[in-house]
Every structure is written in C-alpha cells, then in structure tokens.
C-alpha cells in the first residue's frame, strides 16, 4: 500500500484512527521515505476544535491522555479476556487499541501494523481454492469448540443453564 510522491518517496497511506464514538481523531503514522514515522500527535493535527482546545493547556491535555488510556485498557484487557471464546474477542481489542492510538503514537503504529497483517491475511487467503477455505474454516470451528469444551471442563457446566442444555453438556465426553 505505497504511493510515490511528487519527489518520487514512497510513502505508506495515511490511515484515520478513531475511538469510534467521533472523539478526537488524529492521523495515524506515516512512514517516510527512510522507513522512520512521522509524529502525528500535535495540538495541530488533531481534526476536532474541542481537541485542539483541550491540546493547548497542558493540564486538560494531560488529563484527557490518562483517561484515553485507561479506558482503551479496559476495552483491550476486556478483549484480551474474550479471545479464547466464541464472539468478538479480536474486534474489542482492535476496538481498545484504536481509542488508544487517538492519543498515543505507539499504538498508532501497533494498529498500522495489525492492519497490514490482516490485510496481507485476507490477500493470501482470496485466491485459494474454495475447498481450502473451507479447511480454514472447519479448522477454526474445531479450536472455537475445543477452547468451549476446555472452559466448561475447567471451570464446570454453569447452574444457570436449563435442565437439558445441562443433561446435553454432561453426556459430551470429559464433562459428564
């Protein structure tokens, strides 16, 4: 995903980070042409005139900063949590880590990085033949059911389930 210049530099696209919820949004890193990132991160970039407010006083600023990252840990540690288990575990990290890079350049470049991961993904996978995504697929239900039956061996069959979802789940073998 480069593009060349006027001067001929390749550059990587510039891609918008956001929390989501139309908070301050910044551009996220840009490489340049010696392969190092450009800040984004000053009271200039940011595209909201609140943010840009609250960028110049320091205090404000700083107070703004600590709240991005708590709250952008308390997504990401909620996502981290919900991997193993069927839903959206990976989404809600990606989710966690984009309200972090609307503040901070590190998880800027770690949501770039992501980014190009699953892109490179999903390019390798396109031209593959149907019957091999669908092992890719049968393989992933397979782990999703093993991580289901790993929980319920270690951690029981929970009492609030019905009757007969609890008969069901104690005739699977290693639960009963």
Same mark, same amino acid.
């Given at each position: 995903?480069?593009?060349?210049?006027?001067?001929?530099?390749?550059?990587?696209?510039?891609h918008?980070?956001?929390?989501?919820?139309?908070?301050?949004?910044?551009?996220?890193?840009?490489?340049?042409?010696?392969?190092?990132?450009?800040?984004?991160?000053?009271?200039?970039?940011?595209?909201?005139?609140?943010?840009?407010?609250?960028?110049?006083?320091?205090?404000?600023?700083?107070?703004?900063?600590?709240?991005?990252?708590?709250?952008?840990?308390?997504?990401t540690?909620?996502g981290?949590?919900? *991997? =193993?288990?069927?839903? #959206? @575990?990976?989404l809600?990290? /990606? $989710?966690?880590?984009?309200i972090?890079?609307?503040?901070?350049?590190?998880?800027?470049?770690?949501?770039?990085?992501?980014?190009?991961?699953?892109?490179?993904?999903n390019?390798?996978?396109?031209p593959?033949?149907?019957?091999?995504?669908?092992?890719?697929?049968?393989?992933?239900?397979?782990?999703?059911?093993?991580?289901?039956?790993?929980?319920?061996?270690?951690?029981? *069959? =929970?009492?609030?389930? #019905? @009757?007969?979802?609890?008969? /069901? $789940?104690?005739?699977?073998?290693?639960?009963?």
């Open positions: 995903m480069k593009k060349e210049t006027a001067v001929g530099e390749q550059v990587a696209d510039k918008v980070v956001s929390g989501g919820d139309g908070g301050s949004t910044a551009v996220a890193p840009k490489r340049r042409a010696d392969g190092a990132f450009e800040e984004p991160f000053s009271p200039k970039t940011y595209k909201f005139a609140w943010r840009r407010k609250l960028a110049a006083n320091p205090v404000s600023n700083h107070t703004y900063r600590i709240v991005v990252g708590v709250v952008g840990f308390i997504v540690g909620i981290v949590v919900a *991997i =193993p288990f069927p839903g #959206p @575990g990976w809600i990290v /990606f $989710l966690g880590l984009g972090w890079a609307t503040e901070f350049m590190w998880a800027a470049r770690l949501l770039n990085f992501a980014r190009e991961k699953v892109e490179a993904w390019d390798w996978m396109r593959k033949p149907l019957w091999f995504k669908g092992i890719v697929a049968l393989l992933t239900f397979a782990f999703v059911c093993f991580v289901v039956w790993l929980t319920l061996k270690l951690g029981g *069959i =929970p009492g609030l389930l #019905p @009757g007969s979802a609890k008969d /069901f $789940l104690q005739q699977m073998p290693g639960l009963g």
